[in-house]
């Protein structure tokens, strides 16, 4: 009798761990891939239990989403400040989190006086090598160990595949890029390196990473994976957007979805993108959703992440991570892109820390069985 009391008791515990749901995005998407969030500094501080506990619950990886950029890194030649990149580390080994490097060579946010000699004149291509050199050996070397991967070179192509005439561009040439990859695989052998951009819908810009994914691996460098930000909108296409991962991945590199966010505000002219230099005047109009979002659109968006997620769950094979471009509504930098002062939603949590709607489906596609 007992015997069997046991055996039942055996039995329907077995049942019950079987058929337990995960009901956070880290558990659900365990293993299909990372699931992360960018942190701004007052995050990575925060007191707030609630929050920390988002943050440790939802996120199975984290990047910084400022403080490991070069002005920040290296405002000064040879003077580093790794405090705010550190503490990052430091909550995200607490909390069992990957932690993904960005990025080391950026056109934006980068300090000026890298590009200028002390009169303020252009420095020439062997400097600026040199200082490419310096800034991604140290930097690499310090997170060594901490930092799983680095977006190498962020936004180097233009939409119609040209390379960006960026200053890196223009004192050094194309193959800034190749050096960049080089140093920082010397800097630290086992970090994985991706290459990082936007717009990556685009046919132009698909086939000028692809050109780009086959020079660096003709010249022998290590590329792991291509980051796709993803900063969408509701005109994004789709098909074009999956079409360009099958293409990175047909390369022979994994893909990662890398600054995800969708906005539901009017883009002002038209063409979606994350240039950061963009900036429009503010106008009521195009700021329609101040008090709140009207549930057809807060539907609309749950719909557009479904898909999003259909596209992901399909490849997740070859997608290795998915990062959300920060953690709720209210911290957004979409709230202040491309228009300053807007209401944007865009992201998984609320301004209460909800989670949206369609986080609980994504959560439930994930452990169907359509995806395994
Ligand atoms: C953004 C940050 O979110 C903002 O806080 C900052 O003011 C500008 O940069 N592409 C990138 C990110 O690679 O680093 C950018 O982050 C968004 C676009």
């Not at 698909?206 to 003709?218: F, N, S, T, Y």
């Not at 063409?271 to 195009?286: C, L």
Request: hydrophobic share 40%; net charge positive.
């Amino acid at each position: 009798m007992k015997r069997s009391v046991f055996l039942l008791a055996a039995v329907m515990a077995t049942i019950g761990v079987f058929s337990q749901k995960a009901t956070t995005m880290r558990e659900a998407f365990a293993d299909k891939f990372l699931i992360g969030t960018a942190l701004n500094t007052r995050q990575v501080v925060s007191r707030d239990k609630a929050l920390q506990a988002l943050i440790k619950d939802n996120f199975s990886a984290v990047v910084a989403e400022n403080c490991m950029k070069a002005e920040v890194l290296q405002p000064q030649e040879g003077v580093f400040n790794f405090k705010d990149g550190d503490r990052l580390c430091d909550l995200a080994e607490k909390n069992g989190q990957v932690v993904t490097g960005h990025c080391l060579i950026w056109h934006s946010q980068a300090p000026r006086w890298f590009f200028t000699d002390k009169d303020g004149k252009t420095v020439s291509r062997e400097v600026l090598v040199q200082r490419m050199k310096d800034h991604i050996y140290k930097v690499v070397r310090h997170y060594k160990g901490r930092v799983k991967g680095w977006d190498v070179v962020n936004e180097a192509i233009e939409g119609n595949g040209d390379f960006r005439k960026s200053r890196f561009y223009k004192i050094i040439g194309p193959d800034f890029i190749r050096l960049a990859f080089q140093f920082a695989h010397e800097a630290d052998p086992e970090a994985e390196l991706y290459y990082n951009d936007y717009g990556m819908d685009s046919p132009g810009k698909r086939e000028g990473v692809v050109r780009l994914i086959k020079d660096l691996k003709a010249h022998g460098c290590r590329i792991d994976a291509v980051g796709m930000q993803s900063h969408v909108g509701f005109n994004t296409p789709l098909d074009e957007y999956e079409k360009s991962m099958d293409t990175f991945i047909a390369a022979g590199v994994k893909v990662m979805v890398t600054e995800l966010d969708l906005s539901v505000l009017p883009w002002p002219k038209g063409n979606y993108g994350a240039a950061v230099e963009t900036n429009f005047e503010y106008q009521k109009k195009i700021d329609p959703y101040k008090d709140g979002l009207p549930k057809a659109k807060a539907k609309e968006a749950d719909d557009f992440y479904i898909k999003l997620f259909d596209i992901y769950l399909r490849h997740s094979k070859d997608l290795t991570r998915v990062t959300f471009w920060g953690v709720t509504d209210g911290d957004s930098w979409k709230n202040g892109f491309p228009v300053r002062g807007r209401t944007d939603y865009p992201l998984a949590f609320d301004r209460k820390m909800k989670p949206k709607g369609f986080v609980k489906t994504i959560v439930e596609m994930a452990q169907s069985d359509k995806y395994n």
